[in-house]
C-alpha cells in the first residue's frame, strides 16, 4: 500500500499565502490521482485539488483561483500552492491518492475525484491555521 507524507503546514495571518508538499513513497505520483482534502472537526472532509495521472487539474469551484496544484514527478511529489489565504481557511489538509490509469481521470470526473471515498490512500494531514 501506497505511503504520503505531508509537510508545509503552519500559522500565517489572513491573505498570507503557504505551499504544502506531499511526498509520496511505494508508488509513482504519475500513474495515480493525488490530490488534497482538507477537514475542520465536526465536519467531512471536503475535496481542494486534484492532478490526474495526464495532468489534468481539478478544482473546488469555492477554491479555484485561490490554490494551484502541482506535480513533480522527479521527487515524487504533488504540492498546493495556496494564496489569500483567510481565517475560514483554517484545517487539517490531507494528501490523497488512488490508481488511475491513464485516461481515468476524465472518466471518473471532478465531482468524484474530489470525492474522499474516492481516495484509496491517505495521508496523516498537516495543519493549516489563519489568523485574523
Known amino acids: 500500500q501506497g505511503q504520503l507524507e505531508e509537510s508545509g503546514g503552519g500559522s500565517v495571518q489572513s491573505g498570507g499565502s503557504l505551499r504544502l508538499s506531499c511526498k509520496a513513497s511505494d508508488f509513482p505520483v504519475s500513474r495515480h490521482c493525488v490530490g488534497w482534502f482538507r477537514q475542520v472537526p465536526g465536519n467531512k472532509r471536503d475535496g481542494v485539488a486534484i492532478?490526474?495521472?495526464?495532468?489534468?487539474?481539478y478544482y473546488a469551484a469555492s477554491l479555484e483561483g485561490h490554490v494551484t496544484i502541482s506535480r513533480d514527478e522527479g521527487e515524487n511529489t504533488v504540492d498546493l500552492q495556496m494564496n489569500s489565504l483567510k481565517p475560514p481557511d483554517t484545517a487539517m489538509y490531507y494528501c490523497?491518492?488512488?490508481?488511475?490509469?491513464?485516461?481515468?481521470?476524465?472518466?471518473?470526473?471532478?465531482?468524484?475525484?474530489?470525492?474522499?471515498?474516492?481516495?484509496?490512500?491517505w495521508g496523516k494531514g498537516t495543519l493549516v491555521t489563519i489568523s485574523d
Open positions: 492532478i490526474d495521472s495526464n495532468g489534468n487539474t
Open positions: 490523497a491518492a488512488r490508481v488511475c490509469p491513464p485516461g481515468y481521470g476524465k472518466v471518473l470526473g471532478g465531482r468524484l475525484l474530489l470525492d474522499s471515498n474516492t481516495m484509496e490512500y
